[in-house]
């Protein structure tokens, strides 16, 4: 079946040093999500990549979606504290309208 | 708007006993969807729905049953607990029209089997 893998597993970073997680797909995704989970919470929508290529950005991250639309990346500059939480990537499937998740990455900032 | 409302938040379970789970949403989603979260594992689909009186399943729906009797409530059951199901449970739903695919995630259940 389908799997999405994400790495690093965990990352300590020194607040204002910047922070990439990498998600790698087995098969070819119509579109990729990302999402936060902050300590003891719940998985919030953050942004979606549709297109070969896309890279967008919010603020301090920055988004890209491969050109073979199997990979993607998330890049946070200068990170801070308000960034600590589990990132994950998630593959949307058309067909079958399930969202398959990656393993996450755990970030953790130290002030 | 609640959004994506869970009952309970947690629970402790011995072994052989069993529970169901609430997820309701108010958001007309038409797909909803439950994941378990352990450790290092992500978030596993164990069942989902793609519309009233559908269910399907995710990628390790052993030991869990599923209803979606009405559209806004998900049910996920647990028939015989065992400790392996120790985990945190999510329920999601989503729209999906056109490019829009956002789930929306509930508060979680933490659940313990002893």
């Known amino acids: 079946g389908q799997q999405v893998m994400q790495i690093p597993q965990y990352q300590h970073v020194q607040e204002g040093e910047d922070f990439t997680t990498y998600c790698n797909s087995s098969?070819?995704?119509?579109?990729i999500q990302w999402y936060k989970q902050r300590p003891g919470g719940h998985p919030v929508f953050l942004i979606q990549l549709v297109k070969s290529g896309e890279v967008k950005k919010q603020k301090r991250l920055t988004f890209q979606f491969g050109e073979a639309k199997k990979n993607s990346s998330l890049h946070i500059t200068a990170t801070q504290t308000t960034d600590v939480g589990t990132y994950f990537c998630a593959g949307h499937d058309s067909g079958t309208y399930k969202y398959i998740f990656g393993t996450g990455t755990r970030l953790k900032v130290l002030a | 708007n609640a959004g994506v409302t869970q009952t309970p938040k947690f629970r402790v379970l011995k072994t052989g006993q069993s529970m169901t789970l609430l997820c309701a949403q108010d958001m007309n989603h038409e797909y909803m969807y439950w994941y378990r979260q352990d450790p290092g594992m992500g978030l596993r689909l164990i069942h989902y729905?793609?519309?009233?009186?559908?269910?399907a399943k995710g990628e390790v729906p052993d030991g869990y049953n599923v209803s979606r009797l009405k559209k806004q409530n998900f049910l996920l059951g647990l028939e015989s607990a065992a400790p392996s199901q120790t985990s945190v449970y999510f329920c999601?739903?989503?729209?999906?029209?056109?490019?829009?695919?956002?789930?929306?995630f509930g508060q979680g259940t933490r659940l313990t089997v002893v």
């Open positions: 999601a739903s989503s729209l999906i029209q056109g490019v829009n695919t956002e789930a929306f």
């Open positions: 098969t070819t995704l119509s579109n």
């Open positions: 729905s793609v519309g009233e009186g559908t269910t």
